[in-house]
């Protein structure tokens, strides 16, 4: 059998000018993204203005654009936006990297526009732009001291008024290729910006009504500059302009600790109390919440005071936050910060604390995160009256990681799902619930056997009955039980943001 040939640039050449010009020619005119790019290298040919010219008049299109993007085109709008982002790196960026750089700035700014004419709530087009404002930093490298003086002011042209929140972003990646002069003038600058600013938003705020306004963003770019000239005090000082509602007291504790500034990290890693605990409800998906405010908050408290030598506190801030966010990076932390030998008494404990949390949901996360499903199990059948087949984003992934250790506790996760199915008639639910159904089948010599089974619990067979009796006259359902029917079942989108339940 021939094997099948390798796509590489040695590859490519090896064909030969002439039926690499046919491929890209026939490409081409069936493909207008790629025809774009490819016109945006001819005219690469004739230096850097001419690219330029060709970019900014698909630039002004995409800026006079008004219509809605159906559905049917979105993909074609999305193949166009970043191959318009491809030129501009490719062609254009290579050539002249300030020109590259103040077109790139202009297509950033077109993320307004874009987002009014289209849904993009799979975030594929968000995806571009962020693609673009990261390639902002390596082109600033490269520029010329005079061409990396203007950028600056280039920025705030572009984005200064645009309040969709890229406009810091960008300031993040160009602030560390700025001389020292060229950061103290933009400082300056934002400094009158934001006094100007407020003096005109003054009747504003006297009506006590919360509105929008670009000094925050402003602000943010200045404690950017703040940071990379080691301005420390002024970094503070911006921070308490924020009403205490939007200072990020964690991020500037985690700055003074790094400086070595430990008393003053203290107060900020304690100021506003103490977090809430967020816990993302898709949490088998390898979930991290190291990002939880409750545990950073307690991770960072407890550094902090580990630094002043004030060990005892740190360990106590620990166990005290694992007890009540059961979240396993505080426990790891907690056990490391123990002496030899004293790890394994701990996390005992730490066990029977999970098993007496209040909240069941949280201590199953713990217990299938710190890999104990027999533990979880226990969770699940001491607390089977608290499962609801409305959580159906989450039990079926549960009752998964339970079957092959734990089949009792997962047998009752699907009762508890095919019941609700069949309870509320949900058809489009039914293939869902002839898997579970086949699931329970196949459990089912484990799960009855088990002697943990509850006394109220019936055994497979008398379940299975009862659905039939309950439940006979659903067609749908046993058709697709039965083999009669085949339908796949329905896939839920589920957006880009995660969920989050707060304790």
């Known amino acids: 059998m021939a094997r099948k040939p390798t ?206 306004s670009m000094t925050d963003q402003w602000r943010q770019i200045r404690q950017s500059i703040a940071r990379a000239r080691g301005d420390l005090d002024h970094l503070i000082a911006l921070e308490g302009e924020k009403s205490e509602r939007g200072q990020d007291t964690l991020g500037l504790a985690e700055t003074l600790r790094d400086a070595g500034r430990l008393s003053e990290a203290l107060d900020w890693v304690r100021k506003g109390g103490q977090r809430a605990q967020s816990t993302l409800l898709d949490f088998l998906d390898d979930a991290d919440d190291s990002d939880s405010p409750a545990v950073r908050q307690a991770l960072l408290e407890a550094d902090i005071l580990k630094r002043l030598d004030r060990r005892e506190e740190a360990r106590g801030i620990l166990w005290d936050r694992f007890r009540d966010t059961l979240a396993p990076p505080i426990l790891r932390a ?40 027999d533990l979880a199990a226990r969770v699940v059948i001491s607390h089977r009256g608290a499962w609801s087949g409305s959580d159906w984003h989450i039990l079926p992934t549960i009752a998964e990681a339970l079957e092959a250790e734990q089949p009792l506790a997962a047998t009752l996760l699907y009762r508890v799902l095919l019941d609700d199915i069949l309870a509320r008639a949900r058809s489009k639910a039914y293939p869902h619930g002839a898997k579970y159904l086949q699931i329970l089948d196949r459990l089912a010599p484990a799960s009855d056997a088990d002697p943990t089974r509850p006394q109220e619990m019936e055994v497979h067979a008398t379940y299975r009955a009862g659905l039939k009796a309950n439940h006979g006259r659903k067609s749908g359902f046993w058709g697709l039980v039965e083999g009669r029917v085949t339908r796949e079942p329905e896939v839920s989108f589920i957006g880009r943001r995660p969920l989050w339940r707060e304790s």
């Open 7 to 212: 796509l590489s640039p040695d590859a490519l050449e090896a064909l030969g000018a002439a039926k690499l010009a046919a491929l890209v020619f026939e490409e081409a005119s069936t493909n207008a993204a790629f025809k774009r790019r490819v016109a945006a290298a001819l005219a690469g040919q004739s230096g850097p203005e001419a690219i330029a010219k060709l970019i900014d008049r698909r630039l002004a299109g995409l800026e006079r654009a008004r219509a809605f993007v159906d559905w049917e085109k979105a993909r074609a709008f999305r193949d166009d936006l970043a191959a318009l982002l491809a030129s501009i790196l490719s062609e254009l960026a290579p050539a002249d990297p300030y020109l590259g750089a103040d077109r790139l700035l202009r297509f950033v700014a077109t993320h307004k526009s874009v987002f009014e004419r289209i849904d993009d709530s799979s975030g594929k087009l968000q995806d571009i732009y962020e693609d673009g404002i990261a390639a902002l930093g390596p082109i600033a490298a490269r520029l010329s001291p005079e061409a990396a003086r203007r950028l600056p002011d280039r920025i705030i042209d572009r984005l200064g008024e645009l309040e969709h929140g890229y406009l810091p972003r960008v300031a993040d990646q160009v602030i560390p290729h700025l001389a020292p002069n060229v950061l103290s003038a933009w400082e300056e600058d934002l400094a009158r910006r934001s006094t100007e600013r407020h003096a005109e938003e003054a009747p504003q705020r006297a009506t006590g009504r919360w509105f929008y």
């Open 334 to 373: 907690h056990l490391r910060a123990l002496p030899d030998f004293e790890d394994v008494a701990a996390e005992e404990q730490a066990m029977v604390v999970a098993l007496d949390h209040p909240v069941p949901l949280t201590a199953l996360q713990f217990f299938l995160d710190w890999k104990r499903p």
